[in-house]
């Protein structure tokens, strides 16, 4: 018989647990059950086999241990155990068994046991020349009653090497420590599936806010791409500034979960300004509201003729039908420059804004008596607008964006090791030099993963192929954009060589933007790269 003093016992359950609030990594902590219950009943094998949460018809080998073999891993390459065929029958395998009928089963000969299946015990010890004899398998149970697994112990061994069936002392000590096994395997899959549901609603705001409107693209899920690749160039330098810096398993998932949310506030903003593809436009483009004016103002100039010529002399109305034409010509060249002025690809210059307001300057009584202008104070507001198709009050609400995303982070009560996801997603529109938004923080306000933001978010918005309204920038244009940022101080230096450095950039093109787009350029010509 094998024996171990009551203080031993003691002591070793008093270790287990403890590890349950002490170990952090739940595979070594199942770890350390699985080599207890072996220590606890000399047993010279151990396997641990949990439910599959995707496929409740089977069976997984998570943990798996053998002295006698010196086989001591977690294994990948064995396939699941099925619990049941394609007639719903449950195998006769024993582990099966086990979970089937959510009983303890003790065997003390495997081999003079006929109800069981052991035909591939029996292969297995004609393969590795070994004797399978005593098994103990025990179901663990968790907190609502369902069998989330099987604990099986194989050879219980006495003080003097021989094999042993399993004692019933040794049963009640396996099916308690099973009970612990099934506490951790419970604890762990409920973290697990309160993070992935945490994780799922975090991309499925940043999903809505992509598919709010197509200008964006897909920019919340590429810009955690894109910081994440950064990321692990720093944790990867060897050499230069980054050399001593390091992002623990923590720091890189909560830098992925503000890059998931460091848009939010988008949400607010109204789809008419997000889309604001012209000038004009709002619901619509109101430029046929324009021409519909236009058409008005020309029909009201050939009335005017036509009513003038009834008493007018042959002379007079030959000159009054020249000025029409005239008239109807620059109606059409000026309805041609407001069409292209909309659509703001190219910057107003100051004869171009003067000439819009000496069209809004003109006027003309309709028949109903009311005044009529060609262009409405706001559209011409709109059309005066030098660089792009957003009016100052409209840029201001799209950078207001970020203010709701402020408030709406800093609103939350975060877990320890999130607490910074507020510094690290609500700053990547701040400058080194203190000349972002909206904070105007400076150089010494923002933590590296704050600079990585910011360049993942620029990189991004250049570089995305899939707005409708722009092509994506060429990856040299990209990448001189962020040169120039850099030197103009508003973009981490270090960091951007880095970028460069280490391929981070390139990978992610080769990714995501399209063949016309990956160019080739001298990295040492790159402003700011030195």
């Known amino acids: ?25 739940h595979t070594k902590l199942l770890d350390r059950i699985i080599l207890g219950c072996m220590y606890l009943t000399n047993a010279d094998g151990g396997t641990l086999y949990t439910l599959n949460e995707e496929n409740e018809n089977e069976l997984a080998f998570t943990i798996l241990h053998n002295r006698s073999l010196g086989i001591h891993r977690k294994p990948h390459d064995l396939q699941a155990i099925q619990v049941f065929n394609s007639q719903q ?20 000969d ?33 907190h609502e009653g369902e069998i989330i697994g099987v604990l099986q112990l194989i050879n219980a061994i006495d003080d003097k090497g021989e094999i042993i069936p399993f004692q019933e002392t040794q049963q009640y000590l396996v099916e308690s420590l099973a009970s612990l096994a099934a ?41 955690p791409e894109i910081a994440m690749l950064l990321a692990d160039a720093v944790n990867a330098a060897n050499q230069g500034a980054f ?59 050939e009335i005017d003729y036509l009513t003038t010529s009834a008493t007018a002399s042959e002379q007079e109305r030959a000159e009054a039908q020249v000025r029409l034409k005239q008239q109807q010509q ?25 000439r819009i307001l000496s069209l809004a300057k003109i006027s003309w009584t309709d028949i109903e008596g009311k005044v009529r202008h060609l262009l409405t104070n706001d559209e011409t507001e709109n059309l005066c607008i030098r660089k792009g198709t957003l009016t100052e009050h409209e840029r201001q609400v799209m950078r207001d964006h970020i203010k709701v995303s402020i408030d709406m982070l800093e609103s939350l009560n975060y877990p320890k090791q999130l607490k910074d996801v507020p510094e690290i997603a609500c700053n990547h529109h701040e ?59 508003h973009l981490d230096a270090d960091l ?14 080769q990714k995501h933007m399209t063949p016309r787009q990956i160019d080739e350029f001298s990295i040492d010509s790159l402003p700011g790269f030195a």
């Open 1 to 25: 018989m094998f024996h171990l003093a009551p203080e031993e016992i003691a002591k070793h359950l008093a270790d287990l647990t403890s590890a349950l609030t002490t170990e952090k990594d």
């Open 89 to 108: 029958q449950a195998s006769k395998l024993v582990v099966v068994q086990t979970f089937v009928q959510r009983e303890t089963i003790n065997i003390p």
């Open 110 to 142: 495997a081999y003079a046991c006929s109800t069981y299946d052991f035909s591939g015990t029996r292969n297995f010890d004609k393969q590795l020349s070994y004797h399978s004899k005593s098994f103990l398998c025990v179901p663990l149970q968790d």
């Open 183 to 223: 506490t951790v395997l419970t604890k762990q899959r409920l973290i697990d599936a309160q993070r992935h549901l945490f994780e799922s609603f975090i991309k499925l705001i940043g999903r809505a806010i992509d598919h709010k409107s197509p200008v964006t693209g897909k920019h919340c899920e590429q810009v």
């Open 243 to 301: 050399a001593d810096t390091t992002f623990c398993d923590v720091e890189m998932y909560e830098l992925r979960i503000a890059a998931w949310l460091h848009d939010c506030g988008k949400i607010t903003t109204p789809e008419y300004i997000i889309d604001k593809a012209t000038k004009l436009h709002t619901m619509f483009d109101r430029i046929n509201l324009i021409e519909s004016r236009f058409r008005e103002y020309r029909l009201h100039l």
């Open 330 to 354: 620059q109606l059409e060249q000026d309805l041609d420059f407001i069409k292209h002025a909309n659509a703001g690809s190219e910057f107003m210059a100051d004869e171009d804004v003067e």
């Open 431 to 489: 400058h080194l030099d203190g000349s972002g938004y909206p904070r105007g923080l400076k150089a010494d306000d923002l933590s590296t993963r704050a600079r990585i933001m910011c360049i993942a978010d620029i990189f991004e918005a250049l570089t995305s192929p899939d707005r409708p309204y722009k092509k994506g920038m060429l990856l040299s244009q990209a990448m001189t954009i962020l040169g120039r940022m850099v030197e103009n101080n």
């Open 496 to 509: 951007f060589k880095l970028f460069v450095e280490s391929g981070a950039y390139l990978s992610y093109a």
